[in-house]
């Protein structure tokens, strides 16, 4: 899979788009998270290109709210993206924005892992450590049942996305509480 850009250029893209803290943070969690997803499934060779697609999968959300995985077709499209990358970031906009459909491996996991990531950030930030080291899957379950807590991460497409995968939805979250682990330190020390 080629991005069509490198992993340089996609943060220089992203950080056009997007200067607050939450969004960047979000981003490079994101990129985290599917660098290990592709190791942990056997797409190591691939692993650049998964970490690309989730750098810039919300490039458009911070200006371009309301357009969300529609606007980005016409960003990426200007930066320099391939038609891989660009269909790729689409598609996690399946049946709420765009009607890409996640077809690779890694654009099911990328749709899945995208809102729990925030969930289980929200869940993080509430403990003492604020961290997701001591993390485990009954808090986050917990917190995932309260309707209330963290109301704008969709549920409906985290089970969308876990049903995409094939996998329980206890499942999803280990693998993505254990991904966000591998990375939340780089990530804090991208930020400093």
Not at 58 to 63: A, N, S
Request: hydrophobic letters at 40%.
């Amino acid at each position: 899979m080629n991005a069509g850009i490198t992993r340089e250029q996609a943060f220089d893209l992203l950080k056009k788009y997007n200067q607050e803290e939450f969004h960047i943070r979000h981003a490079l969690t994101v990129e985290g998270v599917m660098r290990w997803y592709a190791k942990k499934l056997g797409y190591g060779e691939e692993e650049e290109f998964w970490g690309i697609v989730g750098l810039l999968h919300d490039i458009d959300f911070e200006q371009y709210p309301e357009q969300h995985c529609i606007k980005a077709l016409e960003l990426l499209k200007d930066g320099g993206a391939s038609e891989e990358l660009i269909h790729a970031v689409c598609s996690h906009g399946y049946a709420i924005t765009v009607d890409v459909k996640p077809e690779h491996l890694m654009e099911k996991v990328l749709y899945a892992a995208d809102e729990l990531i925030g969930l289980i950030w929200a869940a993080a930030l509430m403990r003492p450590s604020k961290s997701v080291q001591d993390m485990e899957v009954k808090s986050v379950k917990k917190k995932y049942k309260n309707a209330k807590f963290a109301a704008g991460c969709s549920r409906e497409v985290i089970e969308r996305g876990a049903d995409m995968l094939g996998w329980e939805l206890s499942d999803l979250i280990g693998k993505t509480i254990l991904a966000m682990r591998s990375c939340e330190e780089k990530v804090s020390d991208l930020l400093q």
